[in-house]
Antibody, heavy 118, light 105 residues
Framework: QVQLKESGPGLVQPSETLSLTCTVS????????VSWVRQPSGKGPEWMGR???????AYNSALKSRLSISRDTSKNQVFLKMNSLQTDDTGTYYC????????????WGQGVMVTVSS | IQLTQSPSLLSASVGDRVTLSCKGS??????LAWYQQKLGEAPKLLIY???SLQTGIPSRFSGSGSGTDYTLTISSLQPEDVATYFC????????FGGGTKLELK
């Protein structure tokens, strides 16, 4: 069955770089696109960026200068790197899958809580 | 496109018909989805393309709308429907609304 699982550090120092991994199973990254979505506590989700099935990427314009998304199809993994973290980057980070030929999210990972604090 | 959801908090009784609103700053062309998020869980897809029910979702959930105005309706509220509901547009960029928290009266 389709599964996504995020992994990475729960605590990041201000001004440091966040690195997260999304490991997927039950589908191919060369057929389906995967996005990163984050959610501050008590607020609505924010789409961060997408790794398209063809290897292209798209980024939220508000984060584009700090964000990089890549993948390793042999390991079924999608990676997020975001630099210059600040306290308002604290929240839960999810990876999610698009269904074929569309750009909403039909499956989500459980999420990973990231706290930016010294 | 910015999405504004109303109300931000809704109290209703079991069995009530409940309507949640989502308004876009521009035409969304029916590329709108609804998600349910319970405390401590990831969002769950309910509706896509304005009115298509995701597999496994109870038929008491339905979506409608066009242009800039969209609605999620729960025909008969159940206790397990207590959650926060988010709309999401994928017509021009990809954005979520701020959410409607649904609680039992």
């Amino acid at each position: 069955q389709v599964q996504l699982k995020e992994s990475g550090p729960g605590l990041v120092q201000p001004s440091e770089t966040l690195s997260l991994t999304c490991t997927v199973s039950g589908f191919s990254l060369t057929s389906y696109s995967v996005s990163w979505v984050r959610q501050p506590s008590g607020k609505g989700p924010e789409w961060m960026g997408r790794m398209w099935y063809d290897g292209d990427t798209a980024y939220n314009s508000a984060l584009k200068s700090r964000l990089s998304i890549s993948r390793d199809t042999s390991k079924n993994q999608v990676f997020l790197k975001m630099n210059s973290l600040q306290t308002d980057d604290t929240g839960t980070y999810y990876c999610s899958r698009d269904p074929l030929y569309s750009a909403y999210f039909d499956y989500w990972g459980q999420g990973v809580m990231v706290t930016v604090s010294s | 496109i910015q999405l504004t959801q109303s109300p931000s908090l809704l109290s209703a009784s079991v069995g009530d018909r409940v309507t949640l609103s989502c308004k876009g700053s521009q035409n969304i062309n029916n590329y709108l989805a609804w998600y349910q998020q319970k405390l401590g869980e990831a969002p769950k897809l309910l509706i896509y393309n304005t009115n298509s029910l995701q597999t496994g979702i109870p038929s008491r959930f339905s979506g409608s709308g066009s242009g800039t105005d969209y609605t999620l309706t729960i025909s008969s509220l159940q206790p397990e429907d207590v959650a926060t509901y988010f709309c999401y547009q994928y017509n021009n960029g990809w954005t979520f609304g701020g959410g409607t928290k649904l609680e039992l009266k």
